[in-house]
């Protein structure tokens, strides 16, 4: 009674299983869009050991409409801790690592790319958001990488 009740819960057996949300925040100028860095659960000593090693780390971008599968994923070199989207070009995003080192992607494009494109797109998996697969095939999620 007065509680708080869950409204929504987004999950990717591929990116986010076994992980922790490092960092989250709305997509600007989409309604019902978040984005969420995911990281492994490990200590500060874990992570210290770990801080020269190459160990791929995702943030995943959730459309309220389909809680199973991303909308596309922005891939880095090392762990995101902190992102945000640029305020006067929503189209690039810039994320600080554990290691101190800043990533940048470019996502112009991706809320327009033709359900084709998304079914022959990068790699990844998954179907969603509105995305026709009417041709019995996952679309795919799109994986946009660092620059």
Known sequence: HGGLTEAQRFTDLTYSKNKVVSAICWVPNRKGVVACACTDPA???????????????????????????????????HEVFSFQYNPSNPDIVVGGCYNGQIVVWETEGLETMPPAAK??????RGAGGGWDDSAGEEAITPIIRHK
Do not use: C
């Not at 020269?52 to 596309?72: C, K, M, Q, S």
């Not at 079914?119 to 990844?124: I, L, N, V």
């Open 43 to 77: 200590s500060q000593t874990d992570r210290l050991a770990t801080m020269g090693r190459l160990t791929p780390a995702y943030i995943l971008v959730w459309n309220f409409r389909d809680p199973i599968h991303p909308e596309y994923v922005l891939e880095s070199p």
């Open 119 to 124: 079914q022959q797109g990068k790699s990844g």
